[in-house]
């Protein structure tokens, strides 16, 4: 079960571009659109997307709005009457001071906005296109083909693994990030719920990725964290609204 029209952002490095390549093999997708800050220097999108037409690249800072407003007028003339079927909230940061004993609110709050902000407004922006998406399908369904919010969250995320020691670092401003990703996703269901609107919202740990931001240490490839991920969308339904998971769709405590 694979979405027509899906975007994704920070798609140029990482699990984000994992993610692009993985989709891209699923010829039911028709047009995927893959954010980046500077396309310029998307050197990866911009070669996948000279063999594969299907791949279009706009620019966008999830942390500026104006950047956003003009992602969606973007988007819309991509995707047409069909709307978007799904957004995946991918881009983020870790925080650059690490320790308890460096305050810094401007850390903080970069993190807060890039992380979890942002991916409350891009929902909120998107709501016109996904509910436009969804719009297409007759009755009560949630899946990724009709339309969906995907966040990648973390293990972060989880207010009981941070306090259990099992997400073991000393990310303050991430984990708090990654919590209020959470919080607003479950919020969002609650809210759609109370307007019928059949848009189904969940949050996925993508693993301990070797990336930029995973490090060097991490447990798995970019290429089984996103195999895995894109996978899993295709499985999602209304069992897994508000729900935060691992990339096998096992669930994880709140
Ligand atoms: P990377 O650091 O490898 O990539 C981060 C991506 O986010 C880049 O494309 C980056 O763009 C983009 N980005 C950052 N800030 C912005 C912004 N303001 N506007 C637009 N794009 C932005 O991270 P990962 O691929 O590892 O992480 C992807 C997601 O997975 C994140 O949400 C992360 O929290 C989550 N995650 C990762 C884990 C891991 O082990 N790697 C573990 C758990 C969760 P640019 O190149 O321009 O900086």
Not at 55 to 79: A, G, P, Q, R, T
Not at 95 to 111: G, H, I, Q, S, W
Not at 152 to 177: H, P, R, W
Request: with cysteine; hydrophobic share 40%; charged share 20%.
């Amino acid at each position: 079960m694979a979405p027509k029209t899906v975007f994704i952002t920070g798609a140029n490095r990482g699990i984000g571009l994992g993610i692009v390549r993985e989709l891209l093999k699923n010829s039911e997708i028709e047009h995927l659109i893959a954010g980046a800050r500077d396309i310029e220097k998307a050197r990866e999108l911009q070669s996948i997307s000279q063999s594969d037409s299907r791949l279009h690249l706009i620019s966008i800072d999830v942390s500026n709005d104006e950047s956003l407003e003009n992602s969606v007028k973007e988007i819309d003339s991509i995707v047409g009457e069909n709307g978007l079927n799904l957004l995946i909230n991918n881009a983020g940061m870790i925080e650059v001071y690490k320790t308890m004993d460096t305050p810094n609110r401007f850390a903080v709050l970069n993190c807060i906005d890039v992380n979890a902000v942002s991916s409350l407004l891009l929902s909120q922006h998107f709501l016109p296109l996904l509910r436009k998406a969804a719009s297409h399908v007759e009755g009560d369904e949630f899946s990724v083909k009709r339309a969906a919010i995907v966040n990648i969250g973390s293990d972060c995320s989880s207010q009981t693994l941070n306090v259990t020691g099992f997400c073991n670092e000393t990310l303050l401003a991430y984990k708090m990030s990654k919590v209020a990703t959470l919080s607003f996703a479950r919020s969002l269901v609650a809210d759609f719920k109370i307007l019928n609107i059949p848009i189904l919202v969940t949050t996925i740990h993508p693993g301990w990725v070797l990336t930029d931001m995973g490090g060097p240490n991490a447990e798995i490839t970019i290429e089984e964290s996103a195999s895995k991920i894109v996978n899993s969308l295709s499985l999602l339904n209304s069992s897994h609204n508000g729900g935060l998971f691992d990339r096998q769709l096992t669930p994880l405590p709140f």
